[in-house]
């Protein structure tokens, strides 16, 4: 007898495989509500708010948020009009080393961040270029690319080639093809890959720490204030605030694609 | 004289090695329906291409009403195509598909608007202009290529397969319709197909591709009724092809090989019934596909080779696979192919 309804082991084993991965995040969410500020015990001691307040007070995390933010943005932006180029080019051009170029540009998110990290701070030292903004802003697009590059590549392949040429065909030129056909065909892809992007680069530890100068993102300063033991659910409390702003994007950009995926080749 | 809608001097395309256009010259009259006939591979689409500008030759050149179009972008000249897969924007409404024409070239909201539905009815889709592409049905969708096709009013509309994707019933309103609006409009259509039986029916004239060269030009009945060559009596309606040396068995002095349409052999019971000054063959019956209002016989003759014969279901000399039958012919049913 065949049917389509899995066993309960199997049940069983993909419930522990979620509750594995996902109730971890519980504790951190319990955490920032413990009163013991010294250490993490368990059971809570007791529940409080004022680790929300405390860390809504304190003008190094504002600082650090702010800069990760920043960062985010501008490596984001740099990859959406990188990324969106390099899929123009490769995804139909036919030309030597093609399939080359696209493994070169996929690479960075494939490599460890810990090789990109370093090598992108020997090339900066070599080339005496100061650590700063811009040379995290620099390391986070290089896999920011990647993701943009991915989604619209993925999209452009779906797309029927004559749509192009049709725009061509009625009137218009290269710019408005762009504007009119191109641009809206590729949307809803460069926002998810936008905003996976944004993700990525909001939540990054290890090629920041190799491309930072003094600066402090977010994930920096998560990692820097587990050292000191004062006041540790305000951490929680940011951790917390890093899920939702990662989560919430990765959802849109979930439901954004899914939705497009039937319609967007359609041309049809 | 006036000129040509379309036309072209030993032009060709070859990519690499591969000739997909070899040296074809052509002349389009304004006004005409024009079919490009042939295999697929055969150098037809892309001839099509050439025209629209998508595609530049390699060698040779075009004009369209006289204007040498080379180095043109297909933006600025005045054809305008219905894509095999229709390409309609799946972002945009049908109005908005229809109207893009206008819309890149500047026209008001209104007048954009009032045009696109002056053509939706041209199309009779009337009132469909709100919906998105994705809720049409195949056929309403090539309607909507076509008034985006004409909304900017070209001299010269190309057409590539547009029935190739319909049902045979779609296909055969949309042949009557497509007539219907070339009268209508009175512009030059060309459009591509690999269907003999579209090509015949719709074409003012046809030109019958095979490798990248044009075989043979002219009009539905003299393509039919007088195949250049071999190749074109096979595809165009599936001709018999008889050799020479048979020929010569049967007392015709043979000018190489001739080509014998299906429906213009008789099968007769016996060899007394077959008409004074007709010639016959004697043929076994390979297999008989009744096909409604006609049946077609394939039959194998003794010496190798097969003829296939073509009558009226109804009231015939009745076979069966496997049976001796004549197959008897006029010696005017004849048409002597050109070696090639």
Partial sequence: MRTDKAGWPLKLAAGAGIAFLHLPLLFILAYAFSTEEKSYQWPLPGLTTKWFGVAWGRQDIWDALTLSVEIAAISTAIALVLGTLAAGGLARAKFFGRETLSLLIILPIALPGIVTGISLRTAFGAADIPFSVLTIVLGHATFCIVVVYNNAVARLRRTSPSLIEASMDLGADAFQTFRYVLLPTLGTALLAGGMLAFALSFDEVIVTTFTAGQQETLPIWMLTELIRPRQRPVTNVVAVFVILVTLLPILAAYYLTRDTAETAGSGK | ?????????????????????????????????????????????????????????????????????????????????????????????????????????????????????????????????????????????????????????????????????????????????????????????????????????????????????????????????????????????????????????????????????????????????????????????????????????VTQLAGGGRIAVSDAAHGAVSVAPGAQAILAFEPAALHWLEQA
């Fill in chain 2, 1 to 297: 004289m006036t000129e040509p809608a379309v036309s072209f001097a030993g032009v060709s395309r070859h990519f690499g090695t591969i000739r997909a256009v070899d040296g074809v010259d052509l002349e389009i009259a304004p006004g005409e329906f024009f079919a490009m006939l042939g295999p697929s591979g055969s150098g037809k689409t892309t001839c099509l291409r050439l025209i629209a500008g998508f595609d530049q030759p390699t060698d040779g050149s075009i004009r369209i009403f006289g204007e040498a179009v080379e180095g043109v972008p297909p933006y600025r000249r005045a054809v305008n195509t219905v894509f095999q897969d229709y390409a309609l924007f799946p972002h945009m409404s049908v109005a908005d598909n229809v109207a893009y024409g206008l819309m890149v070239r500047g026209v008001g909201k209104r007048a954009r608007r009032e045009k696109a539905e002056e053509m939706l009815s041209l199309v009779k889709l009337s009132g469909f202009g709100d919906r998105k592409p994705a809720q049409l049905s195949g056929g309403q969708r090539q309607r909507v290529a076509l008034a985006r096709a004409l909304i900017n009013a070209p001299k010269v509309v190309l057409l590539d397969e547009p029935l190739g994707a319909l049902d045979l019933k779609l296909r055969e309103e949309m042949q009557v319709e497509l007539r219907t609006l070339h009268r209508q409009l009175g512009l030059t259509f060309v459009f591509v197909t690999h269907d003999q039986g579209e090509a015949l029916s719709m074409a003012d004239r046809v030109a019958v591709f095979n490798d990248g060269r044009i075989v043979q030009v002219g009009t539905p009945t003299e393509i039919y009724e007088q195949p250049r060559t071999r190749f074109v009596a096979d595809f165009v309606g599936s001709s018999n092809v008889i050799e020479a040396a048979l020929l010569s068995t049967l007392g015709v002095s043979a000018r190489g090989a001739a080509s014998l349409r299906p429906e213009r052999i008789r099968i007769c019971a016996s060899v007394v019934e077959v008409p004074e000054g007709w010639l016959s063959l004697s043929a076994t019956v390979a297999d008989v596909l009744y096909q409604g209002a006609v049946r077609r016989v």
